[in-house]
Each structure stands twice: as C-alpha cells, then as structure tokens.
C-alpha cells in the first residue's frame, strides 16, 4: 500500500503548493489559474496511465511529459493573454525557452525508447499496478516542480521589464540546454559504435551524468528569471531546482542509471576507475 500512500502524500504536497503561490495568481474564467494547471497535470498523466498499463508499455511515459509541458504553457500563455490582452516579453521569453526544451528532449526521448525497443528502467515497473501509477504520479510531480518559477512569471498580475535578473537567468539556462543536447548527442553517437558499453568522452569524461546535470541548470536558469516576481511565500518557488536535483538524483534519474551500470559493469577495473575519477553529477572542470 506504500505506493498507493506516496501518490496521495504527492498529490496533496504539490496541491498545497499550488495553494501557497496562488494569492497573487490571475483568473482564467473565475478560476485561479494556478488551479487549473495543476488538474490539468495530473490529469493528462492518470489519463495515459491507465492504457499504457493495460497495454503494458512505458513507450509513452516521456512523451506525456513532454504533451503535459506544452499544454500547460498554452493554458499559462492564453490564460495571461485574455487576462492582460496581450503577452510581455519576459513572459514570451519563458514560453518560448521551456517550450524549445520539451519538444528538444520529448522528441529525443520517444524516439529513442521506439528504435531501443524499452525503457529499462520500466522493466520489472510496468507490471505492478501501483508502482506504474506511482511513476505516472512522479512524472506529474516532475512537471509541477519544473514548472514552478515559470507558473509564477506566467500567473503573476504585474508584468515585468527585462533586466539583468533575466538576463543572467537566460544565459544559465543556454548554458544549460546545450550542455544537455551536447551530452545527448554525444551518447547518442557513442552507442552507435559501442553498443552496450559505457561512454566516458566528451562531457562524460566531466561528470557521469552531464545530460541531467543541464536539465538541472536550465531549470535553475528559470529559477532565477522569476526572482523579479516574488514575494512572501512566492520565494518557496526558489526551492524548485532542489526539488529537480533530488528527483533526478534520487528518484527517477541517476540512481536508476547507477543501479544498472553497475550490474553491466560493476565487475570492470575500467569502469571502477571511471566512478573513482569522474563526479556523479556536478562536473569537474578542472
């Protein structure tokens, strides 16, 4: 019953936050925005839960992210659009970078599990009911917890200039995403050549998981392109890159990819010796 017991503790943990940005939220219709956008979450993902595991298939997992993602920017932007009449550049600003993100990675990740043929971290998941829906949950979480900075920009009921705040925050995330489609590519064309062993050029030689650590500075960089907005327990949405840090390290991302590496090549020297001298997440430039 624990998995049953996490999905609800998520589902009210992420409803309470929706609660503690809201009072400075706009209206779409005469309800909180903020409101709206997380049913709207969490209902697409339980949505395309229940036929993926009826046909017993995580092909669509990333993909209802990536779905979620732009939906929600199109209820965040047309929300502000009837609300105001029109849309400022910041707001136009963070559409656009979390938009190209998830169509970037949504793409690459569908295909990816369509030409492999699985996602191995759904192997042995898939199969039980509970824990299936619990990843559908956390996936949901993941969108809220990305979101979060960006719901505060996009809900907020002042616009705000550019200044060197956003700036600043928009270079991090450039930063960010082409560290991200770098170390993807670079993984990509490495498995063409070396199937079923591990990479450890290019970016991969500076951390072992560098495609995450720029999903993590991205995000970071919308932390910081919302700083403008906030106020009071708005300031709780700076907490969102931890929360992105802890999911993909702990929960849904790095752990996973640890577990299995080192069941395929716990018992090399190389491999041993690549763990020992290259960081988990946080590169080492020098």
């Given at each position: 019953m624990k998995e049953y017991i996490f999905s609800i503790i998520i589902l009210s943990f992420s409803l309470l936050v929706a609660y503690l940005i809201s009072f400075d939220t706009i209206l779409?219709?005469?309800?909180?925005?903020?409101?709206?956008?997380?049913?709207?979450?969490?209902?697409?993902?339980?949505?395309?839960?229940?036929?993926?595991?009826?046909?017993?298939?995580?092909?669509?997992?990333?993909?209802?992210?990536?779905?979620?993602?732009?939906?929600?920017?199109?209820?965040?932007?047309?929300?502000?659009?009837l609300y105001f009449g029109n849309i400022d550049y910041v707001s136009f600003?963070?559409?656009?970078?979390?938009?190209?993100?998830?169509?970037?990675?949504?793409s690459f990740l569908f295909l990816r599990v369509k030409r492999t043929g699985q996602d191995v971290r759904f192997s042995e998941i898939k199969k039980d009911f509970k824990r299936f829906l619990l990843a559908f949950i956390l996936s949901g979480l993941w969108v809220f917890?990305?979101?979060?900075?960006?719901?505060?920009?996009?809900?907020?009921?002042?616009?705000?200039?550019?200044d060197i705040i956003t700036i600043s925050g928009i270079i991090i995330w450039v930063f960010g995403f082409i560290f991200e489609v770098v170390a993807d590519k670079q993984k990509t064309e490495f498995n063409k050549k070396n199937k079923g062993r591990f990479i450890s050029t290019g970016l991969w030689s500076l951390t072992r998981h560098p495609n995450y650590f720029g999903e993590f500075t991205l995000w970071a960089g919308l932390a910081i392109i919302s700083i403008p907005y906030l106020y009071g327990i708005n300031y709780i949405v700076l907490t969102s890159p931890l929360f992105i840090y802890l999911l993909l390290t702990k929960v849904s991302g790095v752990n996973l990819l640890e577990e299995i590496g080192e069941k395929r090549w716990g018992s090399e020297k190389e491999y041993q010796d690549y763990k020992k001298n290259t960081p988990k997440f946080f590169p080492k430039f020098l």
């Open positions: 779409f219709f005469n309800y909180k925005l903020v409101y709206v956008l997380w049913l709207l979450i969490f209902t697409i993902h339980i949505s395309v839960f229940i036929p993926s595991y009826i046909n017993q298939t995580e092909h669509y997992y990333d993909l209802t992210g990536g779905i979620t993602f732009i939906s929600s920017v199109v209820l965040l932007t047309t929300g502000r659009y600003i963070v559409s656009l970078l979390v938009s190209l993100w998830t169509i970037r990675l949504s917890t990305c979101l979060l900075p960006s719901i505060v920009v996009l809900t907020s009921s002042k616009s705000i200039e550019l």
